[in-house]
């Protein structure tokens, strides 16, 4: 059976993209992305609790990440979760999920917000879908 493994959030970027290359002249970028939500509890205390997310995207969309993006800058992101796994130096085996990013849209605000109000916004900014990432060894780790 087959089915549908589709991740779509909008939130804001931690800190700024970790841009590498990897195997010659493949680019890769990992985000930090922070989503939040907010209630009010039984007793009318008003709550948060943020949840972070680790994207990762390849290709031209990962340059235009490193180069458009900073901490603070609110994102769109859309793509498919993926666990990986690895031993550790202590030959424990660690997991992580992120999600591989396919689509990825610079949204106004954050830390260049006045900027961005100035000069027309987020349209000045590329939006690219550019379809799968490439693929690669899973034992391979990412390289950061």
Partial sequence: MSGINKVIIIGRLGTDPEVKTVSGDNTV?????ATSENWTD????????????????WGK???????YLSKGRQ???EGR???????????????STEIVAT??????????????????GANDFPTQNFGPEPSFDADEEIPF
């Fill in 61 to 67: 969309l990962a340059e235009l990440c490193g180069r």
């Fill in 75 to 77: 994102v769109y992101a």
């Fill in 103 to 120: 689509n990825i849209q610079f949204l106004g605000g954050g830390a260049s917000a006045g900027a961005d109000a100035m000069s027309g």
């Fill in 29 to 33: 970028a990992r985000l930090s992305v």
């Fill in 81 to 95: 979760l993926q666990t990986r796994s690895w031993e550790d130096q202590q030959g424990q085996k660690r997991y």
């Fill in 42 to 57: 039984r007793n009318g205390q008003k709550q948060e609790r943020t949840e972070w997310h680790r994207i990762v995207v």
